[in-house]
């Protein structure tokens, strides 16, 4: 018997090809061990955990962004024809979406959120400060937060963590390795480049290699761990904004990926995955022969279409757009077994069986640069006996439980300022005004 869906799951078919995730929550969750929410020193009450934090969030978006495709005759015939593969892939989300809307009802796609950034009033010309819970089910605004403020509706999951362990100390001006090896989160004070101190909490047995790479991993240990799940999330090149002064063009990132030795990481028959945006040449670099894959010796089984809604379940852009499409993609592939080559043919010559499968994953978009934890979702590909497995996230901006994060970014979300607390009494304790 197959044990319930953690609670940042919405919704799931029974083929696992589609499914609801809640972001902020499937984060909140990832702070705990995989097998601590479901075992019996896990308690599902309905009433308020006595310590409970949450992700800080941003107001869930109600209606589509304005559209961005182009009007005129001309900006149209200069905009890329359109492949069987990409009328194809629109065909396959809108259809996924259509499910999704048919089994799951007219319920909120997302769980209500603690909101801590100064917004403005929708009415007059006033802007006031406020914190409040939205997104349950009943559009509720609450000036403090209820029992059900982002945990799930009418659940509140306590792990039993009491007493806290005392902080430690960590300096990240270097790069650094640092483990929480107890069952406990574990509070440290961060000193950093200009000399001042923050907090950060580390989930159970996480290990973070703080740093730029791929220099950061030479603080491996030797040998090396090996893991079943590598994920990478890169700083894929972008004309807006870049997340990483240093890698600004494409040739740039594509070095230092390939410089990642990630075949020494990886588990017999394990599994890398990576997150792409929708320029044609990232993925290109990742798949084609030759690439990034082929390099780290996994063969491409399974492609993820992550489709960012609102809160109603309507795509954010136009599914068939052609200047911003609704969704970005993680590519999955699988080490290949020794003597198999990675042309898709065994060492007798013949083909080896096996199609691309794809699942969409649809929720409610988070803050900037913030992704859903898919934890749950690689145990349920890596199969049965694997809860609790460890994964390595490189390029991470917040830390897992039981995983590996690697990055010059692995504590941007582990911060203090980035959670709430909330007492008993459903209050929080948090600056509500300050600016995520």
Known sequence: MSRPHPSHILYQNPSQTLTLIDIPHS?????????????????????????????????????????????????????????????????????????LREAYGSQKWCLPRVIGEEE???EGTRVRKRKRVVGDERGREDQNLGDTAGIGVGECVQVHTSPPLPPAELDISDPTIFSNPNSLPLSISISKHDSSTTTATLPPHSTLLHGPLPQTLSLLPSPPPQFPLILLDPPWPNRSAHRHASYQ??????????????????????????WLTNKPAFRSLVL?????????????VE???????????EPVTEVGGRWRRPWEK?????????????????????????EVKKRVIAGVP???????????????????????YSGMEIFARNLTAGWWGVGDEVLKFQMEECWADRDSDGNAGFDVDREL
């Open 120 to 122: 403005k009033a929708v």
């Open 27 to 99: 984060i909140e969750q990832a702070q705990f061990i995989s097998s601590a929410l479901s075992s019996s020193s896990t308690t599902f009450t309905d009433k308020p955990c006595p310590r409970t934090r949450k992700l800080i969030s941003c107001v869930p978006l109600a209606t589509p962004y304005p559209s961005l495709e182009p009007k005129s005759q001309k900006a149209i015939k200069n905009l890329p024809v359109k492949d069987i593969d990409d009328l194809l892939l629109e065909r396959y989300v809108e259809l996924s979406l259509a499910e």
């Open 366 to 388: 988070d803050i900037h640069s913030r992704k859903p934890n898919l934890r749950y979702l690689f145990e349920q590909l890596l199969g049965e006996g694997m809860e609790g």
């Open 249 to 274: 063009t494409t040739p740039d990132i594509q070095s230092l990926l390939s410089s990642l030795p990630l075949q020494d990481l990886l588990s017999p028959n394990g599994y890398i995955a990576v």
């Open 288 to 300: 084609d022969p030759g690439g990034l894959f082929a390099q780290w010796g996994v063969r491409l």
């Open 330 to 354: 993680v590519v999955v592939g699988r080490a290949v077994g020794e003597g198999c080559l990675l042309t898709g043919k065994d060492p007798r010559g013949e083909e080896v069986e096996g």
């Open 303 to 313: 492609e993820w279409i992550w489709v960012k809604v609102t809160e109603n379940g």
